[in-house]
C-alpha cells in the first residue's frame, strides 16, 4: 500500500517554508508521495514550491472552496490507496508513517486513522485540534483524550496506545481512498470545522472503524487558518455540530435532541457575554439562524436505516467538566 501525503495550502507560503522540510525529511519515497492541494492561492506558495521542491506534485483547485471542497476537489486526482490529509502547519516526526501504514496493512476493517497530535509551540503538551483521539457527547460537543475544553494534558506517555475513537482530526487525518469516494467525501456545506467528524460519523453508521495510533507523532501550530479566539471559528463550530446531529443522530428523539442542544448552546452564550466576549455570543446567535438556513438540505441528507444510538461516550460533558469537574477523560468510566 502506498500514501498520498495531501497538504491543503491556501496563501501558506511561510507555512510551507517552516514545515514542508520535515514531511520531505521523514516521509519515505518508498511508499509516499507528497502533493500539495492548492486552494487558488495568491501568494508564492505554487512558484516557492516549484523552484524548491519540484519532486513534489501540485493539484490547483479553482477557487478556495475551504477544507471540504479543497480536499474534494483534489482527491480525485490522487491515486494511492492511503490519503494523509495534513494541514500546512503540521511538522512531523521521524517514522511518522510507520505504524500507520502497519496498522493498515494488518487489520482491514480499519478506515480512518489519527496519530497523536501534540502542540508545535509547547511540544510536551497536546494540542487542542485532536490530542490523544476525539470523542462527542450525547449533544455533540467535541472532545479529546488529552483536551478537555481548557484542560490541556502534558504527553507522558499516558496516551501512547491504539484504540477505536469517534472522530479523528482533520489536522492529520489518514483514510483509504475506497472509503473517503464511498462515503462522497467531505460536506462542502460545512466549508470548514467539523467536516471531518461528520465523515468520521457517516464512517461509523456504515459499521467501518476508526482509530487512534499513539506510536505515530505529529506537532501541530493550531489556528492558523482561523484562531481558536476567532469569532468566525465559533461560528462554524456551533453550526456545522448542529448539522451533524440533523444529519447522523436516529430520528427517534432528535427534535428533543436539538432542542436541548440549542438550549444549551443559548448557555454556553451567556457564558461568554459573562466573559466580556460578545462576538462570541453573537457567533452563536449567527450559528443557528445559519442552521436553520441549512436544516432542509441537512434533513434530506440523513441515512435513516444507519443511525446508532451508541454513538456517545458521555452524555454531557459539559455537566462532566463544569459540575463534576472531570478535567482529564478516563474511558473507564
Known amino acids: 500500500m502506498n500514501i498520498a501525503i495531501v497538504i491543503l495550502n491556501w496563501n501558506g507560503k511561510q507555512l510551507l517554508e517552516k514545515f514542508l522540510p520535515s514531511i520531505v525529511k521523514y516521509s519515505d519515497p518508498a511508499y509516499s508521495t507528497i502533493y500539495v492541494a492548492d486552494n487558488a492561492s495568491t501568494d508564492e506558495s505554487i512558484t516557492f514550491i516549484k523552484k524548491h521542491y519540484p519532486t513534489i506534485s501540485i493539484i490547483q483547485n479553482s477557487s478556495n472552496g475551504g477544507y471540504?471542497?479543497?480536499y474534494n476537489d483534489a482527491l480525485p486526482f490522487v491515486k494511492e490507496e492511503i490519503y494523509a490529509l495534513v494541514n500546512s502547519d503540521i511538522e512531523v516526526s521521524e517514522n511518522w508513517l510507520v505504524p500507520i501504514l502497519e496498522?493498515?496493512?494488518s487489520r482491514k476493517e480499519i478506515a480512518i486513522i489519527q496519530p497523536k497530535i501534540l502542540d508545535f509551540k509547547q511540544k510536551e503538551l497536546f494540542e487542542y485540534a485532536g490530542a490523544g483521539g476525539g470523542f462527542i457527547d450525547k449533544y455533540g460537543y467535541p472532545f479529546c483524550r488529552g483536551r478537555v475544553f481548557s484542560s490541556i494534558e502534558k504527553d507522558q506517555?499516558?496516551?501512547?496506545?491504539i484504540l477505536p475513537i469517534f472522530w479523528a482530526?482533520?489536522?492529520c487525518f489518514f483514510?483509504?481512498?475506497e472509503v473517503f469516494h464511498q462515503l462522497g467525501g467531505f460536506d462542502e456545506d460545512y466549508f470548514a470545522h467539523q467536516e471531518e467528524i461528520d465523515l468520521c460519523w457517516r464512517a461509523q453508521n456504515l459499521g467501518l472503524s476508526i482509530y487512534y495510533n499513539g506510536q505515530s507523532t505529529v506537532y501541530h501550530v493550531g489556528g492558523a487558518t482561523l484562531n481558536e479566539l476567532n469569532p468566525q471559528k465559533t461560528y462554524l463550530n456551533f453550526r456545522n455540530s448542529l448539522c451533524n446531529l440533523v444529519k447522523n443522530t436516529p430520528k427517534k428523539g432528535m427534535l428533543l435532541l436539538i432542542f436541548t442542544r440549542?438550549?444549551?448552546d443559548g448557555i454556553a452564550g451567556v457564558k461568554f457575554m459573562m466573559e466580556l466576549k460578545p462576538r462570541h455570543t453573537f457567533a452563536i446567535i449567527r450559528a443557528h439562524f445559519g442552521f436553520y438556513t441549512m436544516l432542509s438540505s441537512m434533513l434530506k441528507k440523513r441515512h435513516a436505516t444507519n443511525q446508532k444510538?451508541?454513538?456517545y461516550l458521555t452524555k454531557s460533558i459539559v455537566w462532566d467538566y463544569f459540575v463534576k469537574g472531570k478535567k482529564r477523560l478516563d474511558m473507564r468510566d
Open 262 to 264: 440549542l438550549v444549551l
Open 157 to 161: 506517555g499516558q496516551y501512547n496506545d
Open 309 to 311: 444510538t451508541n454513538y
Open 68 to 70: 471540504a471542497k479543497g
Open 169 to 171: 482530526s482533520g489536522a
Open 175 to 177: 483514510i483509504t481512498n
Open 103 to 105: 496498522m493498515y496493512l
